[in-house]
Protein backbone atom coordinates (compact mmCIF):
# COMPACT_ATOMS: atom_id res chain seq x y z
CA UNK A 1 0.00 0.00 0.00
CA UNK A 2 1.32 3.34 -1.01
CA UNK A 3 0.33 6.88 -0.84
CA UNK A 4 0.83 8.79 -4.36
CA UNK A 5 0.15 12.36 -3.47
CA UNK A 6 -1.85 14.48 -1.12
CA UNK A 7 -3.57 17.49 -1.37
CA UNK A 8 -4.23 19.89 1.56
CA UNK A 9 -7.15 23.33 1.61
CA UNK A 10 -7.82 25.11 4.75
CA UNK A 11 -5.64 22.50 6.88
CA UNK A 12 -3.86 23.29 10.33
CA UNK A 13 -1.50 25.99 8.71
CA UNK A 14 -1.85 24.98 5.20
CA UNK A 15 -3.75 27.45 3.06
CA UNK A 16 -3.22 25.03 0.00
CA UNK A 17 -0.90 22.31 -0.45
CA UNK A 18 -0.18 19.59 -2.90
CA UNK A 19 2.56 16.98 -2.88
CA UNK A 20 3.94 13.79 -4.74
CA UNK A 21 5.57 11.07 -2.53
CA UNK A 22 8.44 8.81 -3.20
CA UNK A 23 7.11 5.14 -2.67
CA UNK A 24 10.21 4.43 -0.52
CA UNK A 25 11.16 6.97 2.04
CA UNK A 26 10.07 10.55 2.43
CA UNK A 27 11.81 13.06 4.86
CA UNK A 28 9.82 16.54 5.85
CA UNK A 29 12.75 17.61 7.58
CA UNK A 30 12.57 21.46 9.90
CA UNK A 31 12.56 23.25 12.52
CA UNK A 32 9.85 22.66 15.84
CA UNK A 33 6.82 24.57 15.16
CA UNK A 34 7.08 24.86 10.85
CA UNK A 35 4.20 22.14 10.21
CA UNK A 36 5.87 18.62 10.05
CA UNK A 37 3.73 17.04 12.38
CA UNK A 38 0.69 18.78 10.96
CA UNK A 39 1.35 17.05 7.37
CA UNK A 40 2.15 13.66 9.09
CA UNK A 41 -1.20 13.99 10.91
CA UNK A 42 -3.06 15.23 7.72
CA UNK A 43 -2.00 11.86 6.04
CA UNK A 44 -3.34 9.62 9.32
CA UNK A 45 -6.47 11.64 8.99
CA UNK A 46 -7.33 11.06 5.44
CA UNK A 47 -6.83 7.49 6.92
CA UNK A 48 -8.68 6.89 9.74
CA UNK A 49 -10.63 10.03 9.77
CA UNK A 50 -9.50 10.96 13.32
CA UNK A 51 -6.72 12.96 14.83
CA UNK A 52 -3.90 11.18 16.88
CA UNK A 53 -3.51 14.35 18.42
CA UNK A 54 -7.13 15.96 18.71
CA UNK A 55 -10.77 14.89 19.26
CA UNK A 56 -11.95 18.29 18.28
CA UNK A 57 -12.06 18.44 14.73
CA UNK A 58 -12.17 22.20 14.67
CA UNK A 59 -8.61 22.17 15.53
CA UNK A 60 -7.97 20.82 12.08
CA UNK A 61 -9.59 23.44 10.19
CA UNK A 62 -7.79 26.62 9.46
CA UNK A 63 -8.07 29.30 11.29
CA UNK A 64 -11.48 31.58 10.29
CA UNK A 65 -11.88 29.07 7.59
CA UNK A 66 -15.61 27.10 7.35
CA UNK A 67 -13.85 23.46 6.21
CA UNK A 68 -10.50 22.09 6.06
CA UNK A 69 -10.30 19.61 3.15
CA UNK A 70 -7.50 16.27 2.62
CA UNK A 71 -7.70 14.74 -0.88
CA UNK A 72 -4.92 11.90 -1.49
CA UNK A 73 -4.62 9.07 -4.11
CA UNK A 74 -3.25 5.51 -2.79
CA UNK A 75 -2.26 2.45 -4.47
CA UNK A 76 -3.87 -0.29 -2.72
CA UNK A 77 -3.54 -4.05 -4.26
CA UNK A 78 -2.03 -2.51 -8.30
CA UNK A 79 -5.32 -0.07 -8.23
CA UNK A 80 -5.44 4.16 -7.74
CA UNK A 81 -7.78 4.80 -5.50
CA UNK A 82 -8.41 8.66 -4.68
CA UNK A 83 -10.09 9.47 -1.01
CA UNK A 84 -11.15 12.92 -0.33
CA UNK A 85 -11.74 13.70 3.48
CA UNK A 86 -14.01 17.10 4.23
CA UNK A 87 -14.55 18.09 7.69
CA UNK A 88 -16.44 21.29 8.91
CA UNK A 89 -18.84 21.93 11.93
CA UNK A 90 -21.40 19.78 10.19
CA UNK A 91 -19.37 16.55 10.34
CA UNK A 92 -16.81 14.73 8.26
CA UNK A 93 -17.75 13.69 4.70
CA UNK A 94 -15.69 10.53 2.99
CA UNK A 95 -15.11 9.73 -0.75
CA UNK A 96 -13.45 7.09 -2.38
CA UNK A 97 -13.07 6.74 -5.94
CA UNK A 98 -15.22 9.88 -5.55
CA UNK A 99 -18.77 8.24 -4.18
CA UNK A 100 -19.65 9.77 -1.28
CA UNK A 101 -19.51 7.09 1.75
CA UNK A 102 -22.76 7.21 4.20
CA UNK A 103 -20.87 5.66 6.86
CA UNK A 104 -17.39 6.09 7.98
CA UNK A 105 -17.37 3.02 8.86
CA UNK A 106 -17.47 1.96 5.30
CA UNK A 107 -14.40 4.51 4.48
CA UNK A 108 -12.17 3.93 7.09
CA UNK A 109 -9.75 0.60 6.29
CA UNK A 110 -9.24 1.32 2.87
CA UNK A 111 -5.64 2.73 3.69
CA UNK A 112 -4.02 1.67 6.19
CA UNK A 113 -1.02 3.58 8.60
CA UNK A 114 0.59 2.88 11.46
CA UNK A 115 1.84 5.79 13.13
CA UNK A 116 4.99 6.18 15.83
CA UNK A 117 5.54 9.53 17.88
CA UNK A 118 6.64 10.29 21.05
CA UNK A 119 4.07 9.63 23.14
CA UNK A 120 3.64 6.36 21.57
CA UNK A 121 7.23 5.18 23.83
CA UNK A 122 4.31 5.90 27.18
CA UNK A 123 1.59 3.49 25.38
CA UNK A 124 2.94 1.28 28.61
CA UNK A 125 3.00 3.87 31.25
CA UNK A 126 0.13 5.94 29.82
CA UNK A 127 -3.86 5.61 31.60
CA UNK A 128 -5.82 2.52 30.31
CA UNK A 129 -7.75 5.04 28.14
CA UNK A 130 -4.53 5.28 25.98
CA UNK A 131 -4.26 1.70 25.39
CA UNK A 132 -8.51 1.73 24.52
CA UNK A 133 -7.61 3.75 22.07
CA UNK A 134 -4.89 2.27 20.84
CA UNK A 135 -6.63 -0.85 20.30
CA UNK A 136 -9.53 0.54 18.79
CA UNK A 137 -7.66 2.37 16.42
CA UNK A 138 -6.10 -0.42 15.33
CA UNK A 139 -8.93 -2.71 14.92
CA UNK A 140 -10.67 -0.68 13.37
CA UNK A 141 -8.14 -0.41 10.31
CA UNK A 142 -8.84 -3.97 9.50
CA UNK A 143 -12.39 -5.05 10.95
CA UNK A 144 -14.20 -1.74 9.60
CA UNK A 145 -17.40 -3.13 10.95
CA UNK A 146 -15.78 -3.01 13.99
CA UNK A 147 -16.04 0.75 14.69
CA UNK A 148 -19.53 0.71 13.76
CA UNK A 149 -20.08 -1.32 16.81
CA UNK A 150 -18.21 0.83 19.08
CA UNK A 151 -19.85 4.23 17.50
CA UNK A 152 -23.08 2.63 17.95
CA UNK A 153 -21.98 1.40 21.40
CA UNK A 154 -20.75 4.85 22.74
CA UNK A 155 -24.42 6.31 21.49
CA UNK A 156 -26.03 3.94 23.73
CA UNK A 157 -23.73 3.87 27.00
CA UNK A 158 -24.26 7.51 26.75
CA UNK A 159 -28.29 7.24 26.58
CA UNK A 160 -27.81 4.23 29.46
CA UNK A 161 -25.60 6.51 31.83
CA UNK A 162 -27.85 9.77 31.35
CA UNK A 163 -30.78 7.56 32.20
CA UNK A 164 -28.95 6.15 35.73
CA UNK A 165 -27.87 9.55 36.76
CA UNK A 166 -31.90 10.24 37.18
CA UNK A 167 -31.73 7.54 39.45
CA UNK A 168 -29.68 8.65 41.82
CA UNK A 169 -31.01 9.04 45.08
CA UNK A 170 -34.39 8.42 44.16
CA UNK A 171 -36.52 5.07 44.49
CA UNK A 172 -36.13 2.51 41.65
CA UNK A 173 -38.98 1.70 40.16
CA UNK A 174 -39.82 0.98 36.81
CA UNK A 175 -36.54 -0.45 34.78
CA UNK A 176 -37.71 -1.23 31.51
CA UNK A 177 -36.19 1.40 29.87
CA UNK A 178 -32.94 0.82 31.29
CA UNK A 179 -33.38 -3.45 30.54
CA UNK A 180 -33.94 -2.06 27.02
CA UNK A 181 -30.55 0.09 26.37
CA UNK A 182 -28.79 -2.71 28.49
CA UNK A 183 -29.95 -5.31 26.05
CA UNK A 184 -28.93 -3.31 23.23
CA UNK A 185 -25.64 -2.15 25.09
CA UNK A 186 -24.66 -5.63 25.71
CA UNK A 187 -25.19 -6.77 22.00
CA UNK A 188 -22.63 -4.79 21.19
CA UNK A 189 -20.37 -4.95 23.87
CA UNK A 190 -19.95 -8.97 23.28
CA UNK A 191 -19.34 -8.38 19.68
CA UNK A 192 -16.49 -5.64 20.42
CA UNK A 193 -14.79 -7.43 23.02
CA UNK A 194 -15.11 -10.76 20.95
CA UNK A 195 -13.09 -8.84 18.53
CA UNK A 196 -10.67 -6.97 20.76
CA UNK A 197 -9.62 -10.76 22.49
CA UNK A 198 -8.92 -12.02 18.85
CA UNK A 199 -6.83 -8.79 17.92
CA UNK A 200 -4.89 -9.29 21.51
CA UNK A 201 -4.35 -12.75 20.61
CA UNK A 202 -2.92 -11.97 17.60
CA UNK A 203 -0.89 -9.05 18.34
CA UNK A 204 0.59 -11.19 20.94
CA UNK A 205 1.97 -13.70 18.06
CA UNK A 206 3.85 -11.01 16.21
CA UNK A 207 4.98 -8.72 19.22
CA UNK A 208 6.79 -11.69 21.50
CA UNK A 209 9.43 -12.72 19.08
CA UNK A 210 10.36 -9.02 18.23
CA UNK A 211 10.94 -8.41 21.37
CA UNK A 212 12.71 -11.00 22.32
CA UNK A 213 15.05 -10.54 19.35
CA UNK A 214 15.19 -7.24 20.59
CA UNK A 215 16.40 -8.01 23.80
CA UNK A 216 19.03 -10.83 22.25
CA UNK A 217 16.37 -13.75 24.44
CA UNK A 218 16.70 -12.39 27.59
CA UNK A 219 12.75 -11.20 27.29
CA UNK A 220 9.75 -12.73 27.11
CA UNK A 221 6.75 -10.78 26.18
CA UNK A 222 3.18 -11.33 26.82
CA UNK A 223 -0.31 -8.78 26.08
CA UNK A 224 -3.29 -9.39 28.57
CA UNK A 225 -5.95 -8.11 27.85
CA UNK A 226 -8.50 -7.38 31.25
CA UNK A 227 -12.10 -7.10 31.64
CA UNK A 228 -14.53 -5.22 33.79
CA UNK A 229 -16.61 -8.61 33.50
CA UNK A 230 -13.19 -11.36 33.66
CA UNK A 231 -15.81 -13.94 32.91
CA UNK A 232 -15.98 -12.98 29.29
CA UNK A 233 -12.37 -14.17 29.09
CA UNK A 234 -12.35 -17.93 28.37
CA UNK A 235 -15.73 -17.54 26.34
CA UNK A 236 -14.84 -18.26 22.35
CA UNK A 237 -18.19 -16.61 20.58
CA UNK A 238 -20.49 -14.18 21.26
CA UNK A 239 -23.38 -15.59 22.83
CA UNK A 240 -21.25 -17.03 25.70
CA UNK A 241 -19.66 -13.67 26.28
CA UNK A 242 -23.20 -11.68 26.02
CA UNK A 243 -24.39 -14.37 28.74
CA UNK A 244 -21.48 -13.26 30.87
CA UNK A 245 -22.22 -9.80 30.19
CA UNK A 246 -26.35 -10.57 31.23
CA UNK A 247 -24.88 -12.42 34.31
CA UNK A 248 -22.74 -9.22 35.33
CA UNK A 249 -25.59 -6.82 34.60
CA UNK A 250 -27.88 -8.73 36.94
CA UNK A 251 -25.19 -8.54 39.56
CA UNK A 252 -24.83 -4.64 39.29
CA UNK A 253 -27.80 -3.40 38.94
CA UNK A 254 -28.84 -2.33 42.20
CA UNK A 255 -25.48 -1.07 42.14
CA UNK A 256 -25.54 0.84 39.01
CA UNK A 257 -28.86 2.56 40.35
CA UNK A 258 -27.12 4.02 43.04
CA UNK A 259 -24.01 5.04 41.65
CA UNK A 260 -25.28 6.66 37.99
CA UNK A 261 -23.15 5.15 35.81
CA UNK A 262 -22.48 2.00 34.25
CA UNK A 263 -20.23 -0.41 35.52
CA UNK A 264 -18.93 -2.59 32.98
CA UNK A 265 -18.21 -3.52 29.33
CA UNK A 266 -15.44 -2.80 26.97
CA UNK A 267 -15.24 1.34 27.97
CA UNK A 268 -13.82 -0.11 31.37
CA UNK A 269 -11.51 -2.60 29.80
CA UNK A 270 -7.78 -2.55 30.25
CA UNK A 271 -4.71 -4.43 28.01
CA UNK A 272 -1.53 -5.05 30.39
CA UNK A 273 1.77 -5.93 29.36
CA UNK A 274 4.40 -8.49 30.99
CA UNK A 275 8.06 -9.29 30.73
CA UNK A 276 9.23 -12.08 31.82
CA UNK A 277 5.66 -12.72 34.15
CA UNK A 278 6.38 -8.89 35.62
CA UNK A 279 4.07 -6.11 34.67
CA UNK A 280 6.21 -3.81 32.62
CA UNK A 281 4.06 -0.95 33.71
CA UNK A 282 4.86 -1.16 37.29
CA UNK A 283 8.02 -3.04 37.62
CA UNK A 284 9.47 -2.74 34.17
CA UNK A 285 12.75 -0.55 33.65
CA UNK A 286 12.09 2.29 31.28
CA UNK A 287 14.28 0.69 28.81
CA UNK A 288 11.93 -2.48 28.99
CA UNK A 289 8.66 -0.14 28.59
CA UNK A 290 10.28 1.39 25.27
CA UNK A 291 11.06 -1.82 23.87
CA UNK A 292 7.53 -2.95 24.50
CA UNK A 293 6.04 -0.26 22.81
CA UNK A 294 8.17 -0.83 19.84
CA UNK A 295 7.82 -4.48 19.77
CA UNK A 296 3.96 -3.63 19.73
CA UNK A 297 4.10 -0.95 16.94
CA UNK A 298 6.13 -3.29 14.71
CA UNK A 299 3.50 -5.96 15.58
CA UNK A 300 1.12 -3.96 14.14
CA UNK A 301 2.38 -3.62 10.85
CA UNK A 302 2.92 -7.08 10.51
CA UNK A 303 -0.71 -7.76 12.09
CA UNK A 304 -2.04 -5.19 9.12
CA UNK A 305 -0.16 -7.42 6.65
CA UNK A 306 -1.43 -11.04 7.46
CA UNK A 307 -4.84 -9.19 7.86
CA UNK A 308 -5.47 -7.18 5.00
CA UNK A 309 -2.64 -8.85 2.38
CA UNK A 310 -0.69 -5.92 2.07
CA UNK A 311 2.17 -3.63 4.40
CA UNK A 312 0.20 -0.27 6.03
CA UNK A 313 2.17 3.17 5.63
CA UNK A 314 4.20 4.15 8.18
CA UNK A 315 4.63 7.21 9.93
CA UNK A 316 7.39 8.59 12.66
CA UNK A 317 6.93 11.26 13.90
CA UNK A 318 10.09 12.69 15.46
CA UNK A 319 10.95 9.41 16.99
CA UNK A 320 14.47 8.92 15.99
CA UNK A 321 15.87 11.11 18.95
CA UNK A 322 13.49 8.97 21.42
CA UNK A 323 15.38 5.87 20.62
CA UNK A 324 19.09 4.68 21.78
CA UNK A 325 21.05 2.41 18.74
CA UNK A 326 19.22 -0.91 19.44
CA UNK A 327 15.78 0.21 18.78
CA UNK A 328 16.97 2.65 16.13
CA UNK A 329 18.63 -0.39 14.47
CA UNK A 330 15.04 -2.83 14.81
CA UNK A 331 12.72 0.26 13.74
CA UNK A 332 15.27 1.30 10.61
CA UNK A 333 15.03 -2.22 9.94
CA UNK A 334 11.23 -1.87 8.73
CA UNK A 335 12.31 0.97 6.27
CA UNK A 336 12.51 -2.03 3.40
CA UNK A 337 11.15 -1.99 0.29
CA UNK A 338 7.63 -3.37 1.76
CA UNK A 339 6.72 -0.27 3.66
CA UNK A 340 6.50 3.46 2.76
CA UNK A 341 7.67 5.12 5.48
CA UNK A 342 7.44 8.91 6.27
CA UNK A 343 9.71 10.35 8.92
CA UNK A 344 9.56 13.20 10.33
CA UNK A 345 12.92 15.16 11.88
CA UNK A 346 14.75 18.22 12.65
CA UNK A 347 18.06 16.70 11.19
CA UNK A 348 19.59 14.01 9.46
CA UNK A 349 21.89 13.65 11.48
CA UNK A 350 20.41 10.53 12.97
CA UNK A 351 19.18 8.85 9.72
CA UNK A 352 21.73 6.04 7.75
CA UNK A 353 23.67 7.42 4.86
CA UNK A 354 21.92 4.53 2.94
CA UNK A 355 18.48 5.56 3.72
CA UNK A 356 18.99 9.22 3.23
CA UNK A 357 20.34 7.95 -0.89
CA UNK A 358 17.28 6.15 -0.99
CA UNK A 359 14.61 9.11 0.37
CA UNK A 360 12.68 11.83 -0.91
CA UNK A 361 13.55 14.81 1.25
CA UNK A 362 11.34 17.42 2.24
CA UNK A 363 12.18 20.71 3.56
CA UNK A 364 9.56 22.65 5.63
CA UNK A 365 9.97 26.30 6.86
CA UNK A 366 6.72 28.23 7.88
CA UNK A 367 4.22 25.89 6.04
CA UNK A 368 6.14 26.44 2.68
CA UNK A 369 8.31 23.23 1.64
CA UNK A 370 10.81 22.54 -1.08
CA UNK A 371 11.63 19.03 -1.98
CA UNK A 372 15.42 18.44 -2.71
CA UNK A 373 16.33 18.94 -6.37
CA UNK A 374 14.44 21.90 -6.34
Not at 78 to 89: A, D, F, K, V, Y
Not at 247 to 266: Q, V
Amino acid sequence: MKLESIELAHYRNYDSLQLSFSSSVNVFLGENAQGKTNLLEAIYVLAIAKSPRTTHDKDLIQWDQEYGKIKGRITRRGQSIPLELTISGKGKKAKANHIEKRRLSDYIGLCNVVMFAPEDLNLVKGSPSVRRRFIDMELGQIAPVYMHHLGDYQKVLQQRNALLRKSVGKAHGDTTFLDILTDRLISLASEIVKRRLIFVAQLNEWAAPIQKEISHGMEHLSIVYESSVPEVLDKADSSKIEEAFRCSYERLKKRELDRGTTLFGPHRDELRFFVNDKDVQAFGSQGQQRTTALSVKLAEIELINHEVGEYPILLLDDVLSELDDIRKTHLLGVFQEKVQTFVTTTSVDGLDHALIDRSQLFYIHQGEIKCNGE
